[in-house]
Each structure stands twice: as C-alpha cells, then as structure tokens.
C-alpha cells in the first residue's frame, strides 16, 4: 500500500509540472517572435529592403532584355500620314528583332510638335520627358530630330542640347546615346534648321554622344517617292520603313552581345 500512495504521488506531481512547462515554452516562442518583429521593425526603419526572390526565372529573364529608350517628336510618333500601330518605324524594328528570335524592351516616349525648345502637344520638351520617363537601366537611348524648334539663338539651342544629353547621361549612365538630328524632305533646308544641326552637333561631340547627321547624309531627300505624305512634312508607312531601314543596322550594333535568345 505505501508504495501505490508514492506512486499516486509522482503521477500527481508530474501532471501539474506539465502546464508550468507548457507555459514556459509559450512564453519562449512569444519572444522569440517579438525579438524577430523588433529586428525587422529596426531594419525597416533603416531603410533595409526584405530580399526577394533571386532565382525567379522571369526577373532574370527581363534583366538580361536589352532596353531602348527612344525620345522624339512625330517622326517618332507617327501622324496622319502614316506610321500609327505597325507600320510605325519603331514597331518595325522591335518586329524584325522579334522575327530574329531577339527580344528587345522599347520604351518610346514621342511628343508630336516638341523639339529641344519647342513645346508640342504634350507640352513638353525632350529633356523634360528624359527626366520623367527615361528608364536608368536603359541600355540605349535615341533622341530623335526636331525640326520643330525653327529659328532659335545659337546660345539657346546649345545649352537645351547640351543640358539634355548631360542629364541622360546621369540618368542612365550605362547607356549608350545616339542622336539623330533634324530631318528635311529636300535639299533646299532652311539656314536655321541647318545652324540648329550644326549646333547640336557640337555638344553631342563635347558630351561624348554619338550624332547621326541626318541633312547631312540626305535623308528623304533623295530620289525615292512616296516617302513623305501630303502634307509634305511627315513619313507615310513607306517612310517609317525607310526610317525602320536606316536605324536596324544601327541599333542591331548598339545591343550587340546583349540580347538574350528568344
């Protein structure tokens, strides 16, 4: 009998040490939560960022995508003459990438009437669209035209292209710039569109940026027809792929080793 009442006793004893011990560990995990929560709370504070997931394979994919950024006025656009959709010089080009087994990511930001003074219909100029939409990882930027700023002073036109091919340069420092200066249909160009041309030139040149003379190498100027619609200022579809025709080679160079397999 006395050693049934021990160990009656030592069950009984066993069974209440239970809760202290479960509630013992409850409060160890309690804290441990709230050291965790403390931590990230701090490194949050910190301006420390959660890590993501490095192996996903579409944020890889999308990084190794070569990035053009293109920046102009309606021959970039496309008007009422042509270039709208598909038949505009830039989906032309992303088109025969594509077809190639290329893949390429655009960003096209066109402001039919602007220029680097003249503000068109978003009322804007080029450098201020640079700075709100260029991307910092562009791989290659393209500023296109702009005969739309007309008759300007020499001082003007200098510091706006300078300004603009400055602050690509520390908006996307990796890329590779290229410029295409203003476009006219014919040999008879204005001597202000031809001063601007000269001008522009000269800062591309002080700011290590790549100038493509477009008055200069007679672009729509030659014999062929068709290229320019009625109104006699804009591409028709033919004329973007014109356009299409002259930058490909040019851009296929600039994203060379870049573009991964489609």
């Known amino acids: ?6 160990e009656v006793r030592r069950t009984s004893r066993s069974r209440r040490r239970w809760p202290t011990v479960l509630g013992f560990l409850a409060l160890l995990a309690a804290a441990g939560l709230l050291t965790v929560y403390a931590l990230s709370q701090s490194a949050e504070a ?12 579409d944020a890889t994919l999308t990084a190794k995508v070569p990035q053009i950024d293109i920046v102009g006025d309606s021959y970039v656009a496309g008007s009422a003459q042509g270039g709208k959709g598909a038949t505009n010089w830039t989906k032309l080009i992303g088109s025969r990438f594509n077809a190639r087994g290329q893949q390429v ?12 003074l003249a503000r068109g219909s978003t009322d804007l100029v080029f450098r201020e669209t640079a700075t709100l939409r260029l991307r910092p990882t562009a791989d ?6 702009s005969r739309n700023d007309g008759r300007q002073t020499e001082a003007a036109m200098y510091q706006a292209a300078k300004s603009l091919y400055s602050d690509i340069h ?6 590779q710039v290229v410029v295409i200066g203003p476009v006219w249909v014919d ?10 041309n000269v001008i522009m030139a000269r800062a591309a040149e002080e700011e290590n940026v ?11 100027a030659g014999p062929e027809e068709g290229l320019i619609g009625a109104d006699g200022i804009h591409p028709t579809d ?18 060379k080793g870049l573009t991964p397999a489609g």
């Open 46 to 57: 910190n301006g420390s960022q959660r890590p993501t997931d490095t192996n996903s394979t």
């Open 187 to 196: 040999a008879d160009v204005p001597d202000f569109i031809a001063a601007n």
């Open 105 to 116: 990511d655009m960003n096209v930001m066109a402001l039919p009437g602007s220029g680097y």
């Open 210 to 220: 790549q100038y493509i003379d477009a008055l200069e190498e007679g672009w729509f």
């Open 238 to 255: 033919a004329g973007h792929a014109y356009l299409a025709a002259k930058l490909l080679p040019m851009l296929d160079e600039k994203i």
């Open 170 to 175: 520390n908006i996307a420092p990796q890329a």
């Open 1 to 6: 009998m006395p050693t049934h009442r021990r």
């Open 140 to 145: 290659v930027v393209v500023v296109f035209g």
